[in-house]
């Protein structure tokens, strides 16, 4: 068992985790829901990043000169590695959702859940 | 009013779950912690030897784990031409003669300030590409900062900047970029029956130097398809409604 402080950036994750799913969940506007959605998202890569994290241990990259590099002296590549790529993908699925939104605002004129759901019945019943 | 009311009660469930098991995790900045312990030791240790690449996270993206990162390249492409599928690209595009499109915040200082930093951010992208090796960086960060010099053109100077890639050539470089990191695949697996072995490549050096110059091919096949796709990306939002779509 950890003691509280020593998982401090557990609990902002924890925190950051909440607010996210609040607003995917809460907030009637789709565009707030994806932005709540990225904060889910950037409280998964901390929590990655915590773990990764080794105290007294430097950045992944070897300097110059050291030829026999000892895993306690450099934070876990590996997920570093996985965050890397997360992110971009992360953007990527952003730009995909983002062009849902337009489209969807293009046809209905509005992002509101409420109304949205109401205007698809209108269509829906002819 | 029910939903708030709903939404608090998961936020409450999963909350109180999240108090009750975090402080079973292991501190923050334990060495000793299960997710430093078995694969990463080996990382950290030997890619200095393997693959003359000082910059591990570099070495794991692309070498011990490029299966991985040829499927988030193919990913990220694949989401760029999503983008391009859901906001018109079956519609042909509307050549006006009068170019009534030109949007932008054109101020003289913008325009001054973007001419002064596009080369700059643009020499800063292919700096982090080829220094990846030995300095923070790598394929993904540098083709986002290709992207930004380009975009950063597109929204100083409007939709005709006059330089720079347009949506089509964005498409195609998107998909090169996976290319590119599938050929460097192809040819390792021609040459050595190994798909993605860098040392299997028929270059003339040591097997540590091939396969860092393994790592730079697919470097480079992911900064032309991250730049390509976030280019794609940005056109396809930034096209005024009407203009090219039904």
Same mark, same amino acid.
């Given at each position: 068992m950890s003691s509280f402080f020593e998982i401090a950036n557990y609990w902002a994750v924890a925190a950051l985790l909440l607010i996210g799913l609040h607003g995917m969940l809460a907030r009637p506007n789709l565009m707030r829901k994806l932005m709540a959605m990225n904060i889910f998202q950037v409280a998964v890569i901390i929590f990655y990043l915590s773990l990764s994290e080794k105290t007294g241990a430097s950045t992944p990259v070897v300097p110059h000169g050291v030829l026999n590099p000892s895993?306690?002296?450099?934070?876990?590549p590996l997920p570093h590695a996985l965050m890397l790529t997360a992110i971009v993908v992360g953007v990527a699925t952003t730009g995909v959702a983002l062009a849902l939104l337009v489209s969807i605002y293009r046809r209905y004129?509005?992002?509101?859940e409420p109304e949205l759901l109401e205007k698809m019945r209108e269509e829906a019943a002819g | 009013m029910n939903t708030r009311f709903l939404s608090l009660l998961a936020v409450l469930f999963m909350g109180s779950m999240l108090f009750y098991t975090a402080?079973?995790? !292991? !501190?923050?900045?334990?060495?000793?912690?299960p997710a430093s312990l078995h694969v990463s030791p080996y990382y950290i240790e030997n890619s200095l030897s393997d693959m003359?690449? !000082?910059?591990l996270v570099t070495t794991v993206v692309t070498d011990y784990r490029g299966y991985d990162t040829m499927g988030e390249t193919v990913v990220i492409m694949t989401a760029g031409l999503a983008c391009l599928l859901i906001l018109g690209f079956w519609t042909p595009k509307r050549?006006?003669? &009068? &170019?009534?499109?030109?949007?932008?915040? *054109?101020s003289p200082i913008l325009d001054t300030a973007a001419r002064l930093l596009v080369p700059y951010i643009l020499l800063f992208a292919l700096y982090v590409l080829f220094h990846g090796h030995h300095s923070p960086g790598g394929g993904f960060q540098g083709g986002t900062l290709l992207a930004a010099g380009v975009i950063l053109v597109r929204l100083v100077?409007?939709?005709?900047?006059?330089?720079g890639v347009d949506r089509d050539q964005a498409t195609t470089l998107a998909c090169l970029g996976a290319l590119i990191y599938y050929g460097v695949g192809f040819v390792t697996m021609f040459f *050595?029956?190994?798909?993605?072995?860098?040392? &299997?490549? !028929?270059?003339?050096?040591g097997e540590a130097a091939r396969r860092s110059l393994g790592i730079l091919g697919v470097e480079i096949g992911v900064t032309v398809a991250v730049a390509g796709t976030l280019i794609l990306i940005f056109d396809c939002l930034h096209a005024a409604p009407g203009e090219e779509t039904a």
């Open positions: 895993a306690a002296d450099f934070v876990n004129g509005t992002l509101e | 402080p079973s995790l !292991p !501190p923050v900045g334990d060495p000793e912690s003359e690449t !000082p910059n050549r006006s003669a &009068k &170019k009534t499109h030109y949007q932008s915040f *054109g100077r409007g939709r005709d900047p006059g330089w *050595g029956n190994s798909f993605l072995n860098y040392s &299997k490549l !028929p270059i003339p050096v």
